[in-house]
Protein backbone atom coordinates (compact mmCIF):
# COMPACT_ATOMS: atom_id res chain seq x y z
CA UNK A 1 0.00 0.00 0.00
CA UNK A 2 1.86 3.20 -1.09
CA UNK A 3 2.46 5.76 1.42
CA UNK A 4 -0.67 8.68 1.57
CA UNK A 5 0.22 12.01 2.58
CA UNK A 6 -0.55 13.65 5.67
CA UNK A 7 -4.51 14.12 5.81
CA UNK A 8 -5.12 15.75 9.07
CA UNK A 9 -7.83 18.52 9.30
CA UNK A 10 -7.02 22.13 10.32
CA UNK A 11 -5.09 22.36 13.28
CA UNK A 12 -7.52 23.48 15.45
CA UNK A 13 -9.76 20.40 14.53
CA UNK A 14 -6.69 18.04 15.97
CA UNK A 15 -7.61 15.70 18.18
CA UNK A 16 -4.42 15.70 20.08
CA UNK A 17 -2.67 19.29 19.36
CA UNK A 18 0.81 19.82 21.76
CA UNK A 19 2.73 21.62 19.51
CA UNK A 20 5.14 22.83 22.07
CA UNK A 21 5.50 19.39 23.90
CA UNK A 22 5.85 17.40 20.79
CA UNK A 23 8.65 19.46 19.08
CA UNK A 24 10.43 19.60 22.43
CA UNK A 25 9.80 15.54 22.45
CA UNK A 26 11.01 15.41 18.78
CA UNK A 27 14.26 16.43 20.47
CA UNK A 28 14.80 14.60 23.48
CA UNK A 29 13.76 11.17 21.73
CA UNK A 30 16.50 11.76 19.03
CA UNK A 31 18.60 12.30 22.10
CA UNK A 32 17.86 8.78 23.94
CA UNK A 33 18.15 6.62 21.36
CA UNK A 34 22.00 6.86 21.83
CA UNK A 35 22.12 8.36 25.47
CA UNK A 36 19.23 6.59 27.28
CA UNK A 37 19.88 3.24 25.23
CA UNK A 38 16.16 3.53 23.07
CA UNK A 39 17.85 2.09 20.32
CA UNK A 40 18.49 -1.28 21.17
CA UNK A 41 15.44 -1.18 23.07
CA UNK A 42 13.34 -0.50 19.46
CA UNK A 43 15.18 -3.49 18.16
CA UNK A 44 14.12 -5.53 21.10
CA UNK A 45 10.47 -4.59 20.69
CA UNK A 46 10.03 -5.39 16.92
CA UNK A 47 12.67 -7.99 16.55
CA UNK A 48 10.60 -11.28 14.90
CA UNK A 49 7.71 -9.00 13.65
CA UNK A 50 5.81 -10.08 10.62
CA UNK A 51 2.99 -9.82 8.82
CA UNK A 52 1.20 -6.52 8.57
CA UNK A 53 1.52 -3.85 11.62
CA UNK A 54 -0.32 -1.61 13.48
CA UNK A 55 1.74 0.86 15.52
CA UNK A 56 -0.64 2.87 17.86
CA UNK A 57 0.84 6.80 18.45
CA UNK A 58 3.56 6.19 16.09
CA UNK A 59 5.41 9.63 17.67
CA UNK A 60 8.06 10.91 14.84
CA UNK A 61 8.64 8.01 13.74
CA UNK A 62 11.85 6.37 15.40
CA UNK A 63 10.65 2.71 15.07
CA UNK A 64 10.21 2.64 11.46
CA UNK A 65 13.84 1.57 10.99
CA UNK A 66 13.94 -0.93 13.43
CA UNK A 67 11.01 -3.05 12.08
CA UNK A 68 12.55 -6.48 10.59
CA UNK A 69 11.89 -7.20 6.60
CA UNK A 70 9.73 -9.96 7.77
CA UNK A 71 7.00 -7.41 8.06
CA UNK A 72 4.85 -6.46 4.82
CA UNK A 73 3.51 -3.33 6.30
CA UNK A 74 3.24 -1.12 8.91
CA UNK A 75 0.10 1.75 9.33
CA UNK A 76 1.17 4.30 11.79
CA UNK A 77 -1.85 5.80 13.48
CA UNK A 78 -0.54 9.50 14.79
CA UNK A 79 -2.78 11.91 16.82
CA UNK A 80 -0.41 15.07 17.32
CA UNK A 81 -0.14 16.55 14.28
CA UNK A 82 3.48 17.92 14.38
CA UNK A 83 5.03 14.62 15.33
CA UNK A 84 2.60 13.00 12.86
CA UNK A 85 4.97 15.70 10.23
CA UNK A 86 7.86 14.29 11.40
CA UNK A 87 6.66 10.56 11.30
CA UNK A 88 5.85 11.56 7.43
CA UNK A 89 9.33 11.88 6.87
CA UNK A 90 10.81 9.08 8.55
CA UNK A 91 8.48 6.90 6.70
CA UNK A 92 9.97 7.77 3.62
CA UNK A 93 13.46 6.34 4.41
CA UNK A 94 12.36 2.80 6.02
CA UNK A 95 13.25 -0.17 4.77
CA UNK A 96 9.63 -0.99 5.59
CA UNK A 97 6.49 -0.08 3.86
CA UNK A 98 4.60 2.34 6.14
CA UNK A 99 1.41 4.05 5.97
CA UNK A 100 1.10 7.40 8.61
CA UNK A 101 -2.45 8.25 9.60
CA UNK A 102 -4.56 10.48 11.58
CA UNK A 103 -6.37 9.00 14.63
CA UNK A 104 -6.37 8.01 17.96
CA UNK A 105 -5.83 5.35 20.03
CA UNK A 106 -9.96 5.29 21.08
CA UNK A 107 -11.20 5.07 17.43
CA UNK A 108 -8.64 3.59 15.29
CA UNK A 109 -9.88 4.22 11.82
CA UNK A 110 -8.92 0.71 10.63
CA UNK A 111 -11.15 -2.57 9.83
CA UNK A 112 -11.71 -4.46 12.42
CA UNK A 113 -9.38 -8.07 12.55
CA UNK A 114 -6.97 -6.95 10.06
CA UNK A 115 -3.83 -6.97 11.39
CA UNK A 116 -1.52 -9.84 12.79
CA UNK A 117 0.57 -7.13 15.35
CA UNK A 118 0.04 -4.30 17.00
CA UNK A 119 2.63 -2.36 18.44
CA UNK A 120 2.63 0.47 21.14
CA UNK A 121 5.80 1.91 22.50
CA UNK A 122 5.77 5.09 25.27
CA UNK A 123 1.59 5.26 24.23
CA UNK A 124 -0.57 4.02 27.60
CA UNK A 125 0.49 6.62 30.01
CA UNK A 126 -0.89 9.41 27.26
CA UNK A 127 -3.90 8.08 25.94
CA UNK A 128 -7.00 9.86 27.24
CA UNK A 129 -9.29 6.41 27.92
CA UNK A 130 -7.11 3.10 28.22
CA UNK A 131 -9.70 0.64 28.54
CA UNK A 132 -11.50 1.90 25.36
CA UNK A 133 -7.82 2.41 23.38
CA UNK A 134 -7.23 -1.14 24.19
CA UNK A 135 -10.71 -2.22 23.34
CA UNK A 136 -10.40 -1.14 20.12
CA UNK A 137 -6.54 -2.53 19.68
CA UNK A 138 -8.27 -6.09 20.60
CA UNK A 139 -11.05 -5.21 17.45
CA UNK A 140 -8.13 -4.43 15.05
CA UNK A 141 -6.27 -7.35 16.14
CA UNK A 142 -6.86 -10.83 14.33
CA UNK A 143 -7.37 -13.66 16.89
CA UNK A 144 -3.89 -15.42 17.90
CA UNK A 145 -2.69 -11.67 17.12
CA UNK A 146 -0.08 -10.04 19.18
CA UNK A 147 0.76 -7.00 20.95
CA UNK A 148 4.68 -5.58 21.25
CA UNK A 149 4.58 -2.88 24.17
CA UNK A 150 7.49 -1.04 26.10
CA UNK A 151 5.71 1.40 28.24
CA UNK A 152 6.84 3.22 31.41
CA UNK A 153 4.63 3.41 34.56
CA UNK A 154 4.46 2.53 38.32
CA UNK A 155 7.28 1.56 40.05
CA UNK A 156 10.01 1.86 42.62
CA UNK A 157 8.61 1.52 45.95
CA UNK A 158 5.61 3.59 48.30
CA UNK A 159 7.83 6.68 48.04
CA UNK A 160 8.20 7.17 44.18
CA UNK A 161 4.42 5.78 43.76
CA UNK A 162 3.10 8.69 45.62
CA UNK A 163 5.73 11.14 44.33
CA UNK A 164 4.28 9.27 40.78
CA UNK A 165 0.68 9.66 41.69
CA UNK A 166 0.54 13.12 42.93
CA UNK A 167 2.24 14.48 39.18
CA UNK A 168 -0.58 12.82 38.04
CA UNK A 169 -2.52 15.01 39.62
CA UNK A 170 -1.20 18.14 39.63
CA UNK A 171 1.47 19.36 36.88
CA UNK A 172 3.20 16.57 35.01
CA UNK A 173 -0.11 15.71 32.33
CA UNK A 174 -0.03 19.29 31.28
CA UNK A 175 3.78 19.48 31.15
CA UNK A 176 4.07 16.44 29.04
CA UNK A 177 1.61 16.22 26.19
CA UNK A 178 -0.68 14.03 28.52
CA UNK A 179 1.43 11.50 29.79
CA UNK A 180 0.73 9.71 33.21
CA UNK A 181 3.55 8.45 35.21
CA UNK A 182 1.03 6.36 37.88
CA UNK A 183 -0.47 4.18 34.91
CA UNK A 184 -0.16 0.42 35.70
CA UNK A 185 -0.06 -1.04 31.97
CA UNK A 186 0.26 -4.79 32.83
CA UNK A 187 -2.92 -4.53 34.46
CA UNK A 188 -4.58 -2.93 31.94
CA UNK A 189 -3.53 -5.39 29.42
CA UNK A 190 -5.10 -7.92 31.83
CA UNK A 191 -7.92 -6.03 32.31
CA UNK A 192 -8.58 -5.96 28.77
CA UNK A 193 -8.07 -9.57 27.92
CA UNK A 194 -4.81 -9.83 26.68
CA UNK A 195 -3.12 -13.02 27.53
CA UNK A 196 0.44 -11.58 29.01
CA UNK A 197 3.62 -13.52 27.39
CA UNK A 198 7.47 -12.97 28.21
CA UNK A 199 8.05 -9.38 29.74
CA UNK A 200 11.34 -7.65 30.88
CA UNK A 201 11.43 -5.19 33.34
CA UNK A 202 13.87 -2.11 32.84
CA UNK A 203 14.61 1.24 33.64
CA UNK A 204 15.29 4.32 31.35
CA UNK A 205 17.75 5.29 31.83
CA UNK A 206 19.34 2.40 33.22
CA UNK A 207 22.09 4.10 34.60
CA UNK A 208 21.92 7.52 36.77
CA UNK A 209 19.13 9.18 39.22
CA UNK A 210 15.50 7.33 38.98
CA UNK A 211 12.77 9.66 37.85
CA UNK A 212 9.57 9.10 37.78
CA UNK A 213 9.12 7.77 34.01
CA UNK A 214 12.02 5.12 34.77
CA UNK A 215 10.16 2.46 35.64
CA UNK A 216 9.90 0.81 32.10
CA UNK A 217 8.68 -2.92 30.50
CA UNK A 218 8.94 -4.77 27.61
CA UNK A 219 6.88 -7.81 26.20
CA UNK A 220 4.48 -9.50 24.21
CA UNK A 221 0.84 -10.09 24.59
CA UNK A 222 -1.61 -11.85 22.73
CA UNK A 223 -5.18 -11.80 21.83
CA UNK A 224 -7.70 -14.66 22.84
CA UNK A 225 -4.47 -16.30 24.85
CA UNK A 226 -2.70 -18.09 21.74
CA UNK A 227 -0.33 -16.83 19.29
CA UNK A 228 -1.46 -17.07 15.58
Known amino acids: MPLRPDRSPARERDAVHHPVFARRYARLSVLAETRFGMGPVRDRLLAGLSGRVIEIGAGNGLNFAHYPR ?105 LAGGCHVARDPLAALREAGFTLGPLRRTLLPEKGPRLPTSYCVLGTAWRDGEPR
Open 70 to 174: TVAEVVAIGPERVLRQSAVEAALHSQTPVDVVPGVAEALPVKSEGFDAAVVSLVLCSVRDVPRALAELRRVLRPGGEVRFFEHGRGGGRAMTLTQRALDRTVWPS
